[in-house]
Every structure is written in C-alpha cells, then in structure tokens.
C-alpha cells in the first residue's frame, strides 16, 4: 500500500511539472509529466522497469496506457 501511494505522490508531482513547463503546440502536460515520471529515480522506475523485463508479459498490463502514453511522447520530440 505503502508504494501505490508513494507512486501516486510520483505521478501527481510529474504531471504539475508537465502543467509548469508545457511546451505550446508540440507535447501536451500529460506527456511531459511521463517522460518526467520516467525520468525521476524511484519505484515506479524500477517497477516499470521490472515489468519491462519478466518474461510473463501480463505483469506490464498495469503499464500499458502510461507506455503509450510516455511512447507517444517521445515518438513526438524525436521530431523535433
């Protein structure tokens, strides 16, 4: 319970960093908040990343519209 709640702290702090520093007309709030999320050390790094690798892909299923998400996103800057 302790880490739901850690990562909920983690992905609400992300997302007022994606509304402080939202690029007009390239990547929306949502998407910078996940490339940050991403970025920040913690746990949902490295659960994300343990998902990532188990061989049982289901274990990603709980990733899977934060990766779109944060895979949309990168797809976009790499435009740029």
């Given at each position: 319970y302790q880490s739901i709640q850690s990562v909920e702290k983690m992905a609400e702090n992300a997302l007022s960093?994606?509304?402080?520093?939202?690029?007009?007309n390239i990547i929306s709030p949502d998407?910078?908040?996940s490339?940050?999320?991403?970025?920040?050390?913690?746990?949902?790094?490295?659960?994300l990343n343990e998902a990532l690798r188990d061989a049982n892909r289901k274990t990603c299923a709980p990733f899977l519209e934060y990766l779109k998400l944060f895979i949309n996103a990168i797809e976009t800057l790499g435009e740029y």
């Open positions: 960093f994606g509304r402080e520093h939202k690029v007009k998407q910078i908040a490339i940050h999320l991403y970025s920040q050390a913690g746990s949902f790094y490295r659960k």
